[in-house]
């Protein structure tokens, strides 16, 4: 505090010194400028005394440097300043203090000038021939009508203004010094006045950091500095009720929520709500600082949780539910309200509310039921087939041998489909556990689609189907080879299976910026309803099941297509119209 004063004191000395200093700096310079002012004056009244006395004359030069020069030096004692007569062209005629014969042409000096121009000219420089400071001041003279005036000039030696000047500035120094004294004794007893107070809060405020909570400021004044302390014991006053109930929960607190996962709600036997931690207050959306201390039923949960608690309160028993919770989010939950005592009496003294989040257990539970309905189902379907029509040939449909070839290609075609669904399942399996190792490489994708399509050209042909492509020239990618060229078939099949016949299937590839290149695979087929696109990368999701059957999918291409765009650290997007056709659209980084 003792340092903080010492900076509030200099700061208000340097204040102090700056204003100081700059009206000391004015007053000097207005000084200076008026003195030189009055110069000025003075000196143009005389040179229109010696225009009006003189007996101007022209001629040859050199009568008339000889009459002008012997002019200038008795006018040097009268004017007590240095006198120069210039002609009209800047010849100097004579000079008091100078041969001039010895000085060059003045026309182009600043007086000279601006006399002609305004009638009066003043100039303050160092003089090439007296070495000094001076002060030069012309007007005109009409010697001859009609023609250029002569220039009549006076010149000063600045050094009395000088004198002056340093007399004054030696004067305010003394009186600067005097001013700092002053005011260095008059900012330390205002300093004090401000930072005593401070320090008696300061001090107050390091007793209640080391948990001094008894500790108050002495308000003697109703100013901020007063108002700070009015807050600080304030502040005191209420860590010091809440540090009590700390210490009142603290056993409460140790026995339940040390190493607690689940959501605690500790509800007394008037059913106010003693505790709760923070599990409980993500899954019931309500923090402990608005619950505790307040009714159960101020929580404004559903319905059935308050019905719950409210039995467990009146039966004292052990109670466990589930249901689902809608705020502040949907989920499912495992309730359970086990009742406490209330000390050494062994009395009721409550009930602990322990909330568990099942929602994740409950899914995939409900995920490991759908796929394994899914795969029976789809399983069943080609078994069937298979059983039936080998049923048929054994009842005795096997002498016919037209029904017989027709019936073994079925049987054959519906195994094949079948081993084709226990791959894709096997691959899905191994892709989802990423037990699927990616071998990454470069790889050239103008050749790499151009080998796609060539695999895919047959079956297209067979629906007349145009295979087009449009890649940018000399774009690489670093992936796994066989896996691109599985998400690639997996699309363009589709894009053909799902065309009709002289319809368009086009691969389009090119950079999305500098990081990632950009693949779209579109088609002029049947496209996908709105309502279907979400659910499109879901295993066994079909939009149209008998066409999926028809045309030989297992329902799993998609989901295999997308999980592989992830292993590659992509992302694949699908837009479609009914009628008009569908485009995936798949962004993958260039570099691994």
């Keep these: 505090m003792n340092s903080f004063r010492t900076r509030l004191t200099l700061i208000i000395i340097i204040m102090i010194a700056l204003s100081v200093s700059a009206s000391g700096f004015l007053m000097m310079k207005t000084f200076k400028e008026n003195h030189i002012d009055a110069l000025e004056d003075n000196m143009v009244r005389e040179m229109r005394v010696i225009a009006a006395r003189e007996d101007w004359r022209t001629g040859n030069l050199d009568d008339m440097i000889d009459y002008y020069t012997e002019q200038a030096h008795e006018l040097r004692e009268l004017a007590d300043a240095r006198v120069t007569f210039i002609r009209n062209d800047g010849v100097v005629l ?21 006399a002609l121009k305004k009638g009066v000219g003043r100039s303050l420089r160092n003089s090439d021939t007296m070495h000094q400071s001076m002060l030069y001041v012309a007007t005109p003279v009409e010697v001859v009508p009609g023609e250029e005036p002569y220039i009549i000039r006076l010149a000063m030696s600045l050094d009395a203004v000088d004198q002056s000047i340093a007399r004054l500035t030696a004067v305010l120094i003394a009186g600067l ?8 004794l008059i900012s330390y007893r205002i300093a004090q006045g401000l930072t005593k107070p401070l ?15 008894r500790a108050r400021v002495e308000v003697t004044k109703q100013d901020e500095i007063g108002e700070l302390g009015t807050a600080i014991n304030a502040m005191a ?21 040390d190493n607690m996962i689940n959501g605690i709600v500790m509800i007394d036997a008037n059913g106010v709500i003693l505790l709760m931690n923070r599990r409980a207050e993500d899954v019931l959306g309500f923090s402990a600082r608005e619950l505790v201390g307040r009714h159960f039923t101020d929580a404004k949960q559903q319905y059935e949780l308050s019905q719950l608690i409210q039995e467990a309160l009146d039966t004292k028993e052990h109670l466990k539910e589930e249901t689902t919770f809608y705020f502040p989010e949907e989920r499912l939950l495992e309730l359970n309200l086990v009742p406490v005592s209330a000390g050494p009496g062994g009395g009721f003294g409550g ?7 099942v929602s994740a257990i409950r899914r995939l539970e409900r995920m490991r039921s759908e796929f394994v309905a899914n795969v029976s189902h789809e399983l069943k379907t080609p078994i069937a087939a ?13 002498q016919d041998k037209e029904t017989t070839n027709s019936f073994l290609q079925i049987i054959y075609d519906e195994s094949d489909r079948l081993n084709r ?9 191994k892709i989802e556990s990423r037990r699927v190792p990616l071998l990454f490489s470069p790889v050239d994708l103008d050749a790499f689609v151009g080998k796609t399509i060539a695999l895919l050209e047959p079956e297209a042909a067979r629906k007349d189907i145009k295979l087009s492509r449009d890649v940018e020239q ?19 099949s589709n894009g053909i299976n799902y065309t009709g016949e002289g319809g368009k299937v086009s691969v389009s590839i090119h950079a999305a910026g500098e990081d990632y290149i950009r693949i779209e695979i579109s088609d002029t087929g049947l496209g996908i309803p709105k309502k279907d696109l979400p659910r499109i990368f879901e295993r066994f999701y079909r939009v149209d099941k008998a066409r999926s059957r028809s045309s030989g999918g297992t329902g799993l291409g998609l989901s295999i297509v997308k999980h592989l765009v992830e292993l590659h650290k992509g992302t694949i997007t699908v837009s479609s119209s009914v009628g008009i056709g569908t485009t995936f659209t798949i962004e993958l980084p260039v570099i691994q």
């Design 386 to 398: 298979v059983k039936g029509f080998a049923e048929t040939l054994l009842s005795g449909a096997v």
């Design 237 to 257: 006053d209420s860590l010091q009720v809440q540090m009590s109930r700390i210490k009142q929960n603290e056993s409460q607190l140790e026995s339940v929520l």
């Design 94 to 114: 004579g000079d008091s203090d100078n041969d001039v014969r010895s000085l060059d042409n003045h026309l182009h000096r600043q007086e000279v000038q601006d």
């Design 421 to 429: 669904l226990i791959g894709d399942i096997l691959e899905l399996s």
């Design 177 to 184: 010094l005097i001013l700092f004294v002053a005011a260095a």
């Design 199 to 213: 320090e008696k809060i300061t001090r107050v405020a390091k007793r209640i950091k080391n948990m001094d909570y």
């Design 474 to 492: 000399g774009l690489f990618i670093e992936a796994d080879e066989d896996r691109l060229r599985q998400i690639m078939m997996n699309l363009l």
């Design 351 to 357: 009930v602990l509310l322990v909330l568990q989040d």
